[in-house]
């Protein structure tokens, strides 16, 4: 018996679900959950009272994002904002529009094509634990350059400090993306989050990985940072040029905002979801609606 055609707004309700449902399962994987049932809120009015007619139609509002999580622009699709990331083929998501988005690499640590002081906020989430520390400064020179005089860069990435302490006192717990994988070892799911490539865990890697009794020696030797360097010095960029959901570096509050300073931002200061200094970086559909237990939050200002 044949199944009755569902009409075409069924079907493409159809097809949303079960892209959305592929989407939140990947993610799911890597240790993130999206917030369910977020109203949309349009807030266009409030992008013109506080930034004028010409900053929105302009789309003076920059997300730029690494080629890591969910789709193009990391799931932010905000109609006043442009979106940079990778132009790549995303299986689950919404690709490249060059009518709206820009296309970069800022892995490749070459220049963003927007011009100096036109930028009214900038935003990055989920993307710096995907690229080398040198792309990362490059990148906060280039958020710095871009942005207005007074202008706020928000950026939201990984604490794998906390990993460390959750690793150190062996609380295998605490990697609840792991929870299903028993046979996954502390320190292979500890080296995964922020060196994934150096890992036993992924199927393509390193020529050399490394091994849960190296990684006891590793953080038995060295000191904390020296050890996480150690560890993501074993990743090799060429496969992060592959492989860009994978995790290449990492970070600490005191990390994050030494490299924002020496980008040249004086006012650095650590935040919490929805907790932005600008008020329209406080609505959660567009804005800190992917979670994870170690995340860290910090704004820095265009003085």
């Known amino acids: 018996m044949r199944l009755k055609q569902l009409p075409e707004a069924t079907n493409k309700r159809g097809i949303k679900y079960f892209v959305k449902e592929k989407a939140f399962n990947l993610i799911s994987k890597t240790g993130y959950c999206l917030k369910p049932l977020i109203v949309p809120k349009n807030d266009q009015e409030h992008y013109l009272k506080l930034?004028?007619?010409?900053?929105?139609?302009?789309?003076?509002?920059?997300?730029?994002?690494?080629?890591?999580?969910?789709?193009?622009?990391c799931g932010i699709h905000h109609p006043c904002w442009t979106n940079i990331d990778l132009d790549r083929e995303w299986k689950y998501g919404i690709t490249f529009n060059p009518e709206k988005d820009i296309a970069h690499d800022i892995l490749t640590c070459s220049p963003?094509?927007?011009?100096?002081?036109?930028?009214?906020?900038i935003y990055s989430r989920l993307s710096i634990e995907h690229i080398t520390d040198e792309a990362t400064l490059y990148m906060f020179k280039e958020a710095k350059r871009m942005l207005k005089k007074g202008g706020l860069f928000?950026?939201?990435?990984?604490?794998?400090?906390?990993?460390?302490?959750?690793?150190?006192?062996?609380?295998?717990?605490?990697?609840?993306?792991?929870?299903?994988h028993k046979a996954i070892?502390?320190?292979?799911?500890?080296?995964?989050?922020f060196a994934a490539s150096a890992s036993l865990i992924v199927e393509e890697g390193a020529s050399e990985r490394i091994t849960d009794?190296?990684?006891?020696h590793i953080f038995s030797t060295l000191h904390y940072e020296?050890?996480?360097e150690y560890c993501t010095s074993r990743c090799p960029v060429e496969l992060q040029n592959k492989y860009r959901r994978r995790h290449i570096n990492w970070w600490t509050p005191e990390k994050l905002e030494k490299m924002l300073k020496s980008a040249g931002f004086k006012t650095v200061y650590l935040s919490s979801a929805e907790q932005s200094m600008a008020p329209v970086l406080r609505n959660e559909y567009y804005?800190?609606?992917?979670?994870?237990?170690?995340?860290?939050?910090?704004?820095?200002?265009?003085d």
Do not use: C
């Open 51 to 73: 930034y004028g007619k010409k900053s929105v139609e302009g789309r003076k509002f920059y997300n730029i994002s690494a080629g890591g999580h969910f789709d193009f622009g």
């Open 112 to 121: 963003i094509p927007v011009e100096s002081n036109s930028a009214e906020l």
């Open 154 to 180: 928000r950026v939201n990435t990984l604490n794998n400090y906390l990993d460390y302490i959750a690793f150190k006192n062996n609380d295998r717990d605490f990697f609840y993306w792991f929870k299903n």
């Open 185 to 193: 070892s502390i320190g292979q799911a500890f080296l995964e989050h």
């Open 213 to 216: 009794e190296e990684m006891k």
């Open 226 to 228: 020296e050890a996480m």
């Open 287 to 302: 804005f800190d609606n992917i979670n994870n237990k170690t995340m860290l939050y910090m704004e820095a200002i265009n």
